[in-house]
């Protein structure tokens, strides 16, 4: 396959993947209405950095490390659905609580915290570098030129925080935050449950024997 187009194509199956619905999705959307749209950005950035972070594990041969070294993916995903249902408890144990949205410019320190809690939420999933190891497997050449592995990493940013961008704007909006507001105890905990069945799933699969 000619290098352009296999670049194309991984890029393709990336975006098509950050845009699927997951606990990602999740957080950005709720950090966005429920913070304020600076919050949604930096959580946006992180879930690039995130992003890159599988692409460079994903270059440096992690998929078929994961696939051979059974009890480290084991314990990957036990991690990983451990920490999705310590943030779907966090997110379900604030649901009750009001909250108060700046109208002026939002602390630095919130967008730093909601950068560092969206990177987390991303490296949490271990399928994420299956998937990303899975398509550089399949599409990558054996020997690909080295324009392509220079390219790889910022495009992948490029997606990854270009989209949930997109859904941080969108979210953060007038109205999906009064939205928000008003139905603000039954959001959380939908978001929560969503985020937390996710956690279990993952759990559960590590506990399944074979």
Excluded: C
């Excluded at 084991?74 to 991690?79: D, E, I, P, S």
């Excluded at 490029?158 to 909006?173: D, K, M, N």
Aim: proline fraction near 6%; charged fraction near 10%.
């Amino acid at each position: 396959m000619d290098a352009s187009v296999a670049l194309l194509s991984i890029l393709g199956a990336l975006a098509i993947g950050a845009m699927s619905p997951g606990p990602s999705f999740v957080l950005v959307a709720r950090t966005s209405i429920a913070v304020s749209r600076r919050a949604g950005l930096a959580a946006a950035l992180g879930m690039g950095v995130g992003g890159v972070a599988f692409a460079a594990l994903a270059l440096l041969g992690l998929h078929a490390l994961l696939t051979q070294v059974g009890w480290l993916y084991l314990g990957l995903k036990v991690a990983g659905g451990l920490y999705l249902i310590h943030l779907a408890v966090r997110i379900w144990r604030s649901a009750g609580e009001p909250i108060h949205v700046a109208e002026g410019p939002v602390d630095a320190t919130g967008a730093t915290r909601a950068f560092w809690f969206a990177l987390a939420t991303q490296l949490s999933n271990p399928k994420t570098a299956i998937v990303y190891g899975s398509i550089f497997a399949a599409l990558l050449p054996a020997a690909p030129p080295a324009w392509v592995l220079l390219t790889l990493p910022p495009a992948v940013f490029l997606i990854e925080a270009g989209w949930y961008a997109i859904v941080a704007v969108a979210f953060s909006a007038g109205r999906p935050r009064a939205a928000y507001l008003r139905s603000k105890g039954w959001i959380d905990r939908i978001a929560a449950s969503v985020i937390g069945a996710l956690g279990l799933r993952l759990a559960f699969e590590a506990a399944r024997p074979g």
